[in-house]
Structure formats: C-alpha cells, structure tokens
C-alpha cells in the first residue's frame, strides 16, 4: 500500500506528459459552396423540418427532448442562440441541433445542393476535423482532479491513511493514474484547488452554446471534484459534462442521478429531501465502481499487488490463525460472540486495531494479539502466516478480501439476515443508490468455496460449523483475473477508447450482436433477470429494445399504439420508453402486474465488465 501512496505523491508532484508522434499527411479537403458561402435557405426544406425518422429514439436518443426544451423558450435566455441563426421556428432548432450540437439528423435526411470537392495541400482542415476526434489519436489529454484530497484540510485522508484510515479510495486512485501513464496517455494531476485553478487557467470562458472549448478529452474526478467544478467551472463543465468520469465506488442508481428524477422517483422512498452525493446529471456509465455491482455504472476496480506473494506458500500446521478485518476499535461493536467462537475453537486471533492501547484489557480483546498499524510489506507477510481472513460485517466491499485470499487465506464473509440498504443502515443513508447488501462484500459471496464462506457470524452454530470446514481446506493464492495488472490495463485501455458521451449517435459497442432479449419477472429489476439467465444487463443496449417492433415481438398482444412512459422501468409491457436518461438495468417494478423488457449480454470468462465478443 505504500509503495502505491509514494507512486501516488510523486505522480500528484510531477505531472506527466508524453508527447505522441505526429504524421504529417498531405490532406484532400472536402468543402462546399454552402459552408463557405450561403447555407440552402432553411424555406426550402420546411416541410422536413416537422418530420422526424421513425427510428429516432435509437439513432438520436435525445432529439426529442432537446426540441422540447428549445420549444419552451430556454434558449432565449442565452444570446449565443441567436447568434446561430436561432429564432423561435422550429426548423432553426433543427438545424442548431443537426449542425452545431449532432443532437437530432438533418433536416431533409441530409439532401443539399450539389457539393463539390476541392483538393487542397493545407493541412490545417485535416488537422481541426482530427482535433475532434479523440480516438484518431494513439494518446490523449487526461486531467485527473482527486476531488476528495482537495478537501484535505477538513476530511485528513491523507493523513490518516498512514494511522489506519481508508485506503480504498488511495488505492483506487493510484491504480487509475499508474494505468493511464502507462497506456501512454498525457496525464495531468491536480489535488488542490489551486492546483485545478491553474490547469484550467488556458481554457477561454465559454457562453452556454459553444461546446467546442476545451482543451482535456477526459476529466476523471469524483463526486466532491465534480461539485468543485459545478460551483467554479460552471459554463465549463456544462458544455463538456460528456468527458467527465466520476470515481464513485459504491454506485449511482438512476433514481438519484437529477433533481427531477429523485423528487419523483427516491423521495417518496426514502423520506428525505437530501441528496447530497447525486443529481450529478451524468450519464450513469460516466459513474465508476470499485466493484463489479450495477449494471448501470462502469466497473473500474483495484489491482490486487501480487509481487510479493509466493503461490506456493504452505501454510504452518501447528496453530490454526486468524487475522480479523477491522483495524478501528468501533468496527468490534458487537463482535463478542464471534470472538468468542474462535477461541472456543482454539483459533489464534491476531488482529491490527490501531487504536487500542497495549495497557487496555478490555474483555474482546483479552485472547487476541493485536499487532496495531502495520505497513504494507508486514500485513503481507501476516497474511502469508494466517488461515482465516475473519470480516465483522464492516467495511463494506473494501479491497482487504481480495488482497487475503491472493496470500491463500480464506475469508470469512459476514453475511446478513437482513439485507443492508441506504433505509435500514446509517452507512449507506446518504448513498444515491438502492443497492441491497445481503454481506459484507457480494462480489466475494459470488467467489465462493474454496476462498470464501458467506456465513452468520452471529450465529454461533453456524460459525462453528464454517470454521471446521475452513479447516479441511488448502486453498491456493487466487486473484481473479479482472483484479490483476493486466486486467486493470485491459479496462481503463478499453473504456477510454470505446466509451463515448459526447456523440449523441448510438454507438455500435458493445457490439449490437451480442444483444440477448429477457422479460423481467414481477418485481424483478433487470440485473436480477438477465442474472437468473447467467447473464449481464447492458444499459447501452437499451435504445435497441425501445421500439414498437420489440414490444409486439416480446408481447404480441401489444397494438400499434403503444404508449410512452417517463418510468425508471420503461420498457415495460407494451409501453415504450419516454424519456432516455431513465434507462435503468437496476430498477425494480413496485407493481406486480408490471413485466419488463430487458437487454441482456453475455460475461467474457474473465472480465465481468464485457461481453465475449467485446475485446
């Protein structure tokens, strides 16, 4: 861990840089009598401009809802608007949203006068069309704001990190950075205010229409960078919120995601007018996990450091050790009865509480050896020496398990009666999201014998019964691939390329094959349903299935009318998605008679986070 924390510095101190080869080309540039002259008068195509292809909804997402809030006079308020030849008709939305923003197709599918081709030897034309185009480039601009280490002086996480505080976020953040330097990309780190203020120094300020200022392709931050960048880069970070990406580790549920949507969808849930840690009003793929959970967001992950750990390690026969997760003294509320099980089980419990003192003989810890904080290479080295890997139900999905069992150890998985959400456990109350907890870390629970045993550890029979059988097993050290370096590489290296927000195009990746249709069951969110078929839900598939065409196929008795709804549950039935930004794979119905139409993929055999045919 610190040999990442000093990687980590020594990146946030120099900021990295590579300058990519450039090929010099001698270009024929494409240009026209109207874009150099006179565009066709839009007169002439008025008629068009009332008419819209039957598959908008897929080719053009948001087209609809653009005009809509250009029909109700929001464009007045910006002068920019005017300035484009905006004047209140609707074939000068059409054309602002065709021609300056890709919003909606053109007007009349395209048809113009007659273009002719000009060759040209200036390379200027090639140059700016390739400047939009980020993935014409084998490197491009990274900005990485660590919002979290801006408010250092409040919240000390780094401080603490070297007394026992959270390490996750560090870890997650070091992992990111290392990745992008070595993909070769021009990474700049910013961890201050001040240090964001001067990045951003070069960029012009930008009115409410021109989305073409910039001068990074991607912004990685998290959820406090991003409220840093709202309230001092407002304009900014408006006209290019599509190259944001957000750290978010445990997941934004689109209920949550805008203002209007958890007014109508959360609030009534969960009794509460705050929503702190949403209404980003990103798309929910912009969101980054720390673990493979909603389908929804995008599966960033950790490294698991393996280089020093021997896969042939043998574990010493003569005691029986465990090692308890839980390194702050509150994290052993109500840990009595388990403590009690594993000495009644002469198992050697160690433990590394750092805020305990050795003259303290409080009664938990009376038969425990606590070693207090210890560095990255001495946790290793006990992690070699121990069997168990004991959670008491907290932290919740913290690297640790996966790191113990890469050292052969196995890990005692708190599992809960009562699944834990944001409505029945303070930690999760402020989370923008559903999610339901049913243990401590659910990836591991999927992991399974012989590495993980999911159990009630304040079941004392059912704790005996977990530890004997941790006894009989000899579990090899195991990292599943996508927590390795090189699965780490392969994620951050395809995102950044493959995803794309700023096109309003519906993109062919993931592949359009590897679309697999699944009617939801009643109640039955669509991770849940494309889950009972071994698969995964594809939020990026979603405009594919939002069609008539789909509705009578999976539900014949659907007629030709079939209604739109504004629903995170949409679509569903024989009713049709209204409003896109609500596509949702996490959504449940709360009605039973409701059944939705889910987009399902396949799992590549070792990267949850694509399909097969995906890389």
Known sequence: MQIRLRVLLLIVIVTLSITPFCLIFYSVSITTANERTNRVPLEKYAADCEVLPDTVNITFPLCLNKIEWFKSGNWRKEPCYSQHKVDGSLCSFRRYLSEFESFCPPIGNGRDETRYAQQSSNIDHLFSAMHGFPESYAYIQILVFIGFLAHERTLKFAKYSKKGGPLGELLQWSDLIASLHILGHNVTVATSVKALRTEMSLIENSNECDASVINFDLIFTDIMGFHIFRKRKKQYTSNNRCRFRLIDSFGT???????????????????????????????????????????????????????????????????????????????????????????????????????????????????????????????????????????????????????????????????????????????????????????????????????????????????????????????????????????????????????????????????????????????????????????????????????????????????????????????????????????????????????????????????????????
């Not at 959970?293 to 896969?311: C, K």
């Not at 560095?375 to 080295?381: E, H, N, Q």
């Not at 993931?510 to 594809?538: D, F, M, N, W």
């Open 253 to 615: 549920h689109v209920e949550f995601s805008t203002p209007q949507f958890f007014q109508k969808f959360a609030q009534p849930i969960v009794e509460t007018r705050k929503n702190q840690w949403g209404n980003l009003e990103l798309n929910l793929r912009q969101h980054w996990t720390f673990y493979p959970h909603t389908s929804d967001n995008t599966f960033l992950g950790f490294v698991v450091d393996t280089s020093e750990i021997d896969v042939n390690i043998t574990k010493s026969s003569k005691k029986f050790k465990a090692l308890i997760y839980g390194k702050e003294k509150y994290m052993w509320e109500n840990a009595e009865t388990a403590i009690r099980v594993l000495s009644e089980e002469n198992v050697d419990i160690h433990a590394t509480v750092v805020d305990v003192e050795h003259d303290q003989t409080e009664l938990m810890f009376e038969n425990v050896t606590n070693h207090g904080f210890l560095d990255s290479r001495a946790i290793s080295k006990l992690l070699d020496d121990v069997h168990l890997f004991f959670g008491l139900g907290f932290p919740l999905e913290g690297p640790a398990p996966l790191e113990a069992i890469a050292h052969g150890a196995i890990f005692i998985n708190a599992h809960f009666d009562v699944a834990k959400n944001r409505i029945n456990y303070k930690f999760l109350g402020e989370k923008p999201t559903f999610r339901q907890y049913t243990s401590q870390c659910p990836y591991m629970e999927e992991i399974g014998l012989p590495y993980v045993i999911t159990t009630n550890i304040n079941d004392p029979y059912a704790l005996r019964k977990a530890i004997r059988h941790a006894k009989t097993l000899k579990p090899k050290p195991y990292v599943p691939e996508e927590f390795t370096t090189q699965g780490m590489l392969l994620r951050v290296g395809v995102f950044v390329e493959k995803q794309d927000f700023c096109s309003n195009l519906v993109a062919n990746w993931p592949p359009h094959e590897s679309l697999k249709i699944v009617t939801g069951g009643p109640l039955e969110s669509c991770e849940s349903a494309c889950s009972r078929e071994h698969l995964v839900c594809e939020p990026a598939h979603f405009p594919l299935i939002n069609n008539k065409n789909t509705l009578k196929r999976v539900f014949p008795k659907c007629d030709s009318s079939s209604p739109n709804d504004r629903s995170p549950v949409a679509p569903y039935d024989c009713v049709l998605q209204k409003e896109p930004q609500l596509f949702s794979c996490a959504s449940a119905p709360r009605i039973g008679t409701i059944s939705r139409i889910c987009p399902c993929r396949d799992k590549h055999h070792n990267h949850s986070a694509f399909c097969s045919k995906c890389i």
